[in-house]
């Protein structure tokens, strides 16, 4: 598999052994800076890597470079430049981790580039599609999905299964896979929202590839003292022969956690009183308080002399798990 590293690293992207992580190439972009790559897509000859992370929505030199896979083994690849723009942007003052502009995935496909917008703010997706060659072009809005969270990297299968992996406010690591649509409207099918499970056991889930037959990878950065991941999985399971509306699985959350930022204490308010289980860990997974709150709807933390920083609320039930970021500022 090839991988690269995030802003402000090497240009650089890094082949790597699937059973074991070891690295067993490494390729010099020429041509090229590592302003924010955020995404690897390819067709049967080139590979694209998407330099359009967008934190705080006002970047206006957006790119995504092309290379050509025969001049991977030398060590060294020349890129060629793709510029571009969103046909629906008109505001570029910044705000940072506020902006329904930025973007991190992206594939090929039918002769075109398909990007998927990472939406800080409401929490969906917008599909762009743009010329897989080199050139200065506007991307073009086709589509918007609530996938209710922020969408990290995209894929497509040999068979047409798109692949849209994320994370939501949470904590939760997501897919969503989407088939059986008409055309390239990828949003007009069926659909799957798949739970990962928590970031604390998966850290925080940056990218997603298919290999034959609805098996495929996902790769999670290095986030706070969680090691960066490879993950496997099989679709199959899931987009074979089954149907279900997106409304069938939208997810409530049965409290809410207030004030957040906090500076001092912390509550929580149940929708019903029912027994769940609590806890708090820090940035590395390090359990701070534990609880369970069996009765009463309504549940105040007080005197928690922690420092400034995140932290992470864990509530579960029978049934589910819950994981809410929390913010302490003093």
């Not at 849209?164 to 990828?186: E, M, R």
Request: with cysteine; charged share 20%; glycine share 8%.
């Amino acid at each position: 598999m090839w991988t690269h590293n995030d802003a402000g690293n090497e240009d650089k992207i890094y082949q790597i052994d699937t059973t074991d992580g070891s690295i067993l190439n490494t390729v010099i972009i020429a041509n090229s800076d590592n302003n924010d790559w955020e995404d690897l897509a390819e067709d049967d000859t080139h590979l694209y890597i998407g330099d359009f992370g967008n934190n705080d929505g006002d970047r206006m030199d957006l790119k995504i470079y092309k290379v050509l896979k025969s001049q991977l083994a030398s060590g060294i690849a020349t890129a060629d430049v793709i510029k571009f723009s969103y046909s629906d942007q008109v505001d570029f003052i910044p705000s940072s981790n506020n902006t329904d502009y930025d973007c991190e995935a992206f594939f090929f496909h039918n002769d075109s580039l398909h990007l998927f917008s990472k939406n800080w703010i409401n929490q969906q997706t917008r599909h762009y599609v743009l010329p897989a060659d080199p050139g200065d072009y506007i991307a073009q809005l086709r589509e918007t999905m609530n996938v209710q969270g922020l969408i990290t990297g995209a894929d497509i299968s040999e068979d047409g299964v798109v692949g849209l992996l994320g994370y939501n406010f949470s904590g939760v690591n997501i897919v969503w896979l989407c088939f059986d649509y008409q055309g390239v409207n990828f949003f007009s099918g069926n659909k799957r929202k798949i739970s990962l499970g928590l970031a604390l056991n998966n850290s925080q889930t940056e990218a997603i590839a298919f290999r034959q037959g609805g098996y495929g990878y996902i790769s999670s950065e290095q986030f706070a003292s969680l090691d960066a991941k490879l993950l496997s999985f099989d679709s199959g399971q899931w987009t074979n022969g089954l149907s279900t509306s997106l409304n069938e699985l939208e997810e409530e959350n049965p409290f809410k956690v207030f004030p957040n930022p906090f500076s001092k204490n912390v509550s929580i308010l149940f929708v019903k009183d029912e027994k769940f289980d609590i806890s708090l860990y820090d940035v590395s997974g390090e359990l701070i308080l534990q609880r369970i709150q069996s009765s009463g709807r309504l549940l105040r933390i007080e005197d928690l002399n922690l420092k400034e920083g995140f932290y992470f609320l864990k509530i579960s039930n029978n049934n589910n798990v819950w994981l809410e970021k929390l913010v302490l500022q003093k």
